[in-house]
């Protein structure tokens, strides 16, 4: 499922991408002087059952790229996420874009290397990835330019991505009707997350914030947008009134009752490599490990 936002005259375009199997939203943000665009958390299709890998909604994006004639200058993931893997790789090869990702990547490299028991090769300086992005550092789509915000405590090496009235928040929010993202993975913080909605709170109103999930609270129909005026007034976790220690003991509370996302395993190892799988073995085949009995 794919959608053209209607915007204000003047503002970037933004196409967003619904990936029903993992309830993820990739987007491609264009520049609305240009045909420069760039893409957001792509997603590879991934069959847990067969660990099949597939392309289809990767391609999907293609085929709006080609139609449109658009030049892909960036491919920015927010954070690594554990619920889907990421196509960037698959994207990197048929575009030549450059692969981007928060700086604090590095943390969480760290920390999945000693989960994995990864081998003493596995570099933990993020050099998988083609750029390193620092808070407040600022580049351009075309003519259009974006700023880096860093936004931990889903986990420590999440950033957002703000660009005139919009802001791609990865997992940090979800819409109201959800709330937030959990903090329990290794690094995560709910004070952090806390402090880092806080921050997205203080940009003006109407700023649009772009989630990368919609679970679809009581069935309803995918959305991935709201103001911050809305997030503030109704967002179920973290609404204006409630305050850090009421947030922290919520979202802790909730934490400890939710379980592992179904491809958390097989999502970190390809994604803190920046969409790489692990190298092939002598036999030709690349495989991803699952450590027994460790989660409980």
Request: with cysteine.
């Amino acid at each position: 499922m794919s959608a053209t936002l209607p915007l204000p005259a003047g503002s970037e375009t933004v196409q967003a991408f619904f990936h029903p199997a993992t309830s993820s939203v990739s987007y491609i943000l264009q520049d609305p002087a240009s045909e420069h665009c760039a893409i957001l958390d792509p997603v590879l299709d991934y069959d847990p059952a067969t660990a099949r890998t597939g392309t289809q909604f990767a391609d999907g994006m293609l085929d709006y790229i080609r139609v449109n004639d658009l030049s892909v200058d960036w491919i920015l993931e927010t954070h690594a996420h554990a619920d889907h893997i990421t196509a960037a790789q698959y994207l990197h090869k048929k575009l030549g874009a450059p692969v981007a990702i928060g700086e604090h990547i590095c943390q969480v490299q760290y920390s999945m290397k000693q989960l994995f028991n990864l081998p003493n090769t596995f570099a933990c300086d993020g050099s998988q990835f083609d750029h390193l992005l620092s808070d407040g550092e600022r580049f351009k789509i075309g003519s259009l330019e974006l700023r880096v915000m860093h936004t931990p405590g889903h986990t420590p090496a999440c950033v957002s991505y703000l660009t005139n009235d919009s802001v791609f928040v990865g997992d940090t929010l979800f819409m109201p009707d959800y709330g937030t993202a959990r903090a329990d993975f290794p690094g995560g913080s709910a004070r952090a997350l806390y402090q880092s909605i806080q921050r997205l709170f203080r940009l003006p109103d109407s700023t649009r914030l772009y989630c990368c999930h919609d679970y679809q609270p009581g069935g309803r129909d995918p959305q991935w947008h709201a103001t911050v005026m809305e997030q503030k007034r109704s967002n179920i976790h973290i609404r204006s009134g409630i305050d850090e220690r009421g947030f922290v003991q919520l979202r802790e509370a909730r934490d400890r009752t939710l379980d592992l996302p179904a491809l958390i395993l097989p999502a970190l190892q390809v994604n803190i490599r920046a969409g790489h799988f692990p190298p092939v073995e002598s036999n030709g085949v690349s495989y991803l490990k699952i450590p027994v009995d460790v989660f409980r």
